[in-house]
């Protein structure tokens, strides 16, 4: 009924390699999760009470459905969105519209079968979450609420990045207006949350409603839980609905038009006068334009190589980082708030989503060469690798300068503020400035490096991954896993009063998994000792930062100087860009697998 692209990845997906591999790692990293939260809580020293082992219960549930909510909304649109763009890409899109399918069958299969993987997952989980019952604390509506959101975030994010995709004709536009579009989401419903009801909130917004769901507070009349499952059906069936009534109207679009010799040419009775406009002519139409030294780099700052309206993006991220700061700044000058933590309310998810937009663009940079067919050709020619690794990342900085800067301007305006001095006395004494230029200088240095780490490691997955929608998944969820794994232990080392030595060894376990990850993205199929140090050391260094600040109590006279951690973070990070940048320009054909000659000595 859904037709042959749902039918193929129904019948795909269980035959991909890491389809296991995947389940696996969900389960264990559920299981590491309960070792890190019986570490916070109770502890292996004692036998734990009934109402320890309850409380327990509700505090793992509350942080894996959490986590687990934001890994699927985050992974479902991308899915989606890179599932159409993909197709986009390569003109295979353009295919399936001449074929006798249906539009919804178009449109629905390939939504539904981006989203078979994250639906196996949640059935994965399931039982996990059934299991937290044993102990106590909480109820099984409450489970059957939990999937039920999860489940109902998942289809209405991979709805709304579908949309996106069969909207745009690039994939980074696709990316990023996705991610920026479910900001602006969930940035409207806490906006609802105020102005109208909370209630109305957890309707609307995915995280009060699984909060809804973890308080279980009697309600008058239907749960908040089933209502906010209502809301995103709804929202799926419109956003589908648009999709499929839009589908040919906004396909094909930005296709190559091949333009016919004007009758006088062939007509011309003088044999001179024809070369002479032969020799003229030019493929593209209008005045011809001088191409800079690196056509590489000309290309990506003086054409549309990323699709037409980039405003539009630039809008919605504009839209945005206002929300975000707005919450920011009055979180800053609300009285009782937390000063300790008041920069990370809005540089850490200005921060995010700045390197998720600049990661985003920076691998769509080489997928869109590769599915369109040009980077092969590109490759062929006299370009030097100075000149296409160069040109590449100096256009990824172009194109993506007015992501790049707020992070940069935010913290400068924390400094001024006194937010990242190390004590408050400091400010009233009208010393903010001089005090916070350490810290000013290394979190600045500190940024620069990570955003550069981005953009490279776009670059080399891209360049080393052939097949597109697996190289934008591994780039993002890369940078995506970084700052959700640091978040989640900033959160664990906060809820335990700061105790990091009953929590260790669950953190070895995490960085066990963090250095697994990276090292398999970064090494793939061409390992070396430079990649495999970079990928264990950029976790450690992760890992040294979050316990060097956090234990040290922020806006406290305990406070430790950041320069020490940001330092580890620049070295780790600036160590990981040299090893994926050198082979990239000393061995060009060897980093992309083009020959096998160092392979036979």
Not at 507 to 518: K, T
Not at 538 to 549: D, R
Request: proline share 5%; with cysteine; net charge neutral.
């Amino acid at each position: 009924m859904l037709g042959p692209i749902f039918n193929r990845e129904l019948v795909t997906v269980p035959r991909r390699s890491g389809h296991y591999a995947g389940r696996a790692a969900v389960v264990g990293l559920l299981a590491i999760l309960g070792v890190t939260t019986w570490q916070a809580t109770v502890g292996f020293a004692r036998d734990a009470t009934l109402g320890e082992t309850a409380a327990f219960g509700l505090l793992l549930f509350q942080i894996v459905v959490f986590v687990q909510l934001l890994l699927t909304i985050f992974f479902a649109a991308l899915s989606a969105a890179s599932a159409v763009s993909q197709e986009k890409d390569r003109r295979t899109f353009v295919l399936l519209l001449i074929t006798d399918m249906r539009d919804y069958e178009i449109v629905l299969g390939k939504l539904l079968g981006a989203l078979l993987p994250i639906s196996v997952q949640l059935l994965v989980t399931a039982p996990v979450l059934a299991l937290f019952l044993l102990l106590g604390g909480i109820d099984p509506e409450q489970v059957v609420q939990a999937v039920l959101v999860l489940a109902a975030s998942a289809v209405a994010a991979g709805s709304l990045g579908g949309l996106v995709a069969l909207w745009r004709e690039r994939t980074f536009q696709a990316l990023a207006l996705a991610v920026l579009f479910l900001v602006l989401y969930v940035s409207a419903a806490q906006a609802v949350g105020v102005i109208v009801t909370p209630a109305a909130q957890a309707w609307l917004d995915p995280f009060a409603a699984m909060q809804s769901v973890l308080e279980a507070a009697p309600t008058a009349g239907l749960a908040p839980a089933y209502g906010f499952v209502l809301v995103m059906l709804g929202w799926a069936v419109l956003l589908n609905g648009v999709g499929i009534a839009r589908l040919r109207a906004w396909n094909p679009s930005g296709e190559p038009i091949m333009q016919r010799e004007g009758p006088g040419v062939a007509a011309a009775a003088n044999e001179t006068e024809e070369i002479e406009k032969r020799a003229k002519a030019h493929a593209a139409p209008g005045a011809a334009r001088e191409v800079w030294p690196n056509p590489v780099l000309w290309r990506e700052i003086r054409t549309l190589a990323y699709g037409r309206r980039p405003l539009l993006v630039k809008l919605a991220f504009g839209v945005a980082l206002a929300a975000i700061l707005y919450f920011a700044v009055s979180e800053l000058q609300r009285p009782g708030g937390r000063p300790s933590f008041a920069a990370a309310y809005g540089l850490v998810p200005v921060a995010v989503l700045s390197l998720l937009l600049v990661s985003a663009q920076a691998v769509t940079a080489v997928t869109s060469e590769r599915d369109g067919g040009a980077l092969d050709v590109l490759l062929v020619t006299d370009i030097s690798p100075n000149e296409f690794v160069f040109g590449k990342l100096l256009g990824v900085a172009y194109n993506t300068k007015e992501y790049l800067l707020p992070p940069f301007l935010l913290s400068v305006y924390y400094a001024a503020m006194g937010a990242l001095t190390r004590t408050p006395a400091d400010v009233g004494a009208g010393t903010a400035f001089a005090i916070n230029f350490g810290p000013l200088l290394a979190v600045l240095v500190a940024l620069a490096v990570l955003l550069a780490f981005a953009m490279m490691l776009g670059l080399h997955v891209a360049l080393r991954v052939t097949a597109s929608r697996l190289a934008i998944v591994q780039t993002l969820g890369t940078v995506f896993f970084l700052s959700v794994g640091t978040l989640i232990s900033i959160y664990l080392i906060v809820i335990n009063g700061g105790s990091f030595g009953s929590q260790w060894v669950s953190f070895v376990s995490f960085l066990v998994l963090g250095i697994g990850g990276l090292m398999y993205v970064l090494n793939a199929d061409r390992p070396s000792w430079a990649l495999s140090l970079a990928a264990t050391a950029c976790p450690l260094a992760m890992f040294f930062c979050v316990v060097n600040i956090l234990i040290a109590k922020p806006g406290t006279e305990e406070s430790a100087d950041p320069l020490g951690p940001f330092v580890v973070l620049g070295g780790a990070f600036g160590f990981a860009i040299a090893a994926m940048l050198v082979p990239l320009l000393s061995e060009f054909d060897v980093a992309l697998g083009r020959t096998t000659l160092l392979a036979d000595e």
